[in-house]
């Protein structure tokens, strides 16, 4: 995992239950004049299909960052 706040990335990895596949991802995070925009990316490294776990990883993120955004979390 490594961190630069300076240019608002995040860059970390994952590894699935079953077969210990790793999945990498990054975060990007830009000021624009509304506000931030948030740009995430997770993808395999091997194989050429995640059965949607990467999908379900970054919409699992963004709920959190919504609910976390709104006072929920």
């Known amino acids: 995992m490594a961190a630069d706040g300076a240019a608002g990335r995040i860059e970390a990895s994952d590894?699935?239950?079953w077969f210990g596949f790793t999945d990498d991802?990054?975060?990007?995070?830009?000021?624009?004049?509304?506000?931030?925009?948030?740009?995430?990316r997770s993808s395999s490294r091997l194989?050429?299909?995640d059965f949607g776990?990467?999908?379900a990883r970054i919409r699992a993120y963004l709920s959190a960052l919504r609910a976390s955004a709104?006072?929920?979390?």
């Open 70 to 73: 709104s006072g929920e979390g």
């Open 25 to 40: 991802i990054v975060i990007r995070v830009a000021a624009t004049d509304a506000g931030s925009r948030i740009d995430l």
């Open 53 to 55: 776990v990467n999908a």
């Open 47 to 49: 194989g050429r299909s």
């Open 15 to 17: 590894r699935s239950r």
